[in-house]
């Protein structure tokens, strides 16, 4: 089935340790985004790419890192710089990033501080 | 900056109930706005998409309208389910980067 798959569901950081979340699409789609999820608060938008060997900052990008070396692939580093990284991370992709075009989300990880 | 707020947020029914959800945004220059229902500890599943140019979307008990010039949108959902309980989220597209999402209306549908 097509779909994109976030994973691990469940990660714990320590003080000063860099972590990856990993979001992988079989959708064939152009664009990912990765949202931050803090209770009470919408989504905030942390980094996405509009095409392979391509991103942009998001509103809260600082702390955080991406890579899109293929387009199915697009990891999310919370570095030591993030201060407050506990947060419900979601993947999302689109078709491309016109504005018409709808974005399909996946489960989430869960990220806590040790 | 595009502000997007969901009222009430949260809402109890008892099974069967007819019931409104409401999303209003602060700029009507948007592509579309996305309806989204999230479980508990889950991703977003996508309800309904309605274009600028669109006035409603229905999918089977549910139903989003779009008053873009008044900057407001409802889902509509009806004989509600208990198993419909869940939070549901509104989203305006901006542009290519920008998805502004409201904070959610906790659903709970009491059997």
């Known amino acids: 089935d097509g779909g994109i798959t976030q994973s691990p569901k469940y990660l714990f950081r320590k003080e000063g340790q860099n972590v990856t979340l990993s979001c992988e699409q079989n959708?064939?789609?152009?664009?990912m985004y990765w949202y931050r999820q803090d209770p009470g608060q919408g989504l905030r938008l942390i980094y996405y790419?509009?095409?392979?060997?391509?991103?942009q900052k998001g509103d809260i990008a600082e702390g955080y890192s991406v890579s899109r070396e293929k387009k199915e692939s697009f990891p999310l580093t919370v570095t030591s710089a993030q201060k407050n990284p506990t947060a419900f991370y979601l993947c999302?992709?689109?078709?491309?990033?016109?504005?018409?075009?709808?974005?399909?989300f996946g489960d989430g990880t869960r990220l806590s501080i040790l | 900056k595009q502000e997007v707020t969901q009222i009430p947020a949260a809402l109890s029914v008892p099974e069967g109930e007819n019931l409104v959800l409401n999303c209003s945004f602060t700029?009507?220059?948007?592509?579309?706005l996305q309806w989204f229902r999230q479980d508990p500890g889950k991703g977003l599943t996508s309800l309904l998409l309605?274009?600028?140019?669109?006035r409603e979307q229905t999918s089977g008990r549910l139903n989003a309208s779009l008053d873009k010039s008044s900057g407001r949108s409802t889902l509509y959902i009806a004989a509600s389910q208990p198993g419909d309980s869940a939070t549901y989220l509104c989203?305006?597209?901006?542009?290519?980067?920008?998805?502004?999402f409201g904070t959610g209306t906790r659903l709970t549908v009491i059997p």
């Open positions: 700029d009507s220059a948007i592509y579309n």
């Open positions: 989203a305006v597209r901006g542009g290519a980067n920008n998805l502004f």
């Open positions: 309605i274009q600028s140019s669109q």
């Open positions: 959708l064939n789609h152009d664009a």
């Open positions: 790419s509009q095409i392979v060997n391509d991103f």
């Open positions: 999302a992709s689109s078709i491309g990033a016109r504005g018409w075009q709808p974005q399909h």
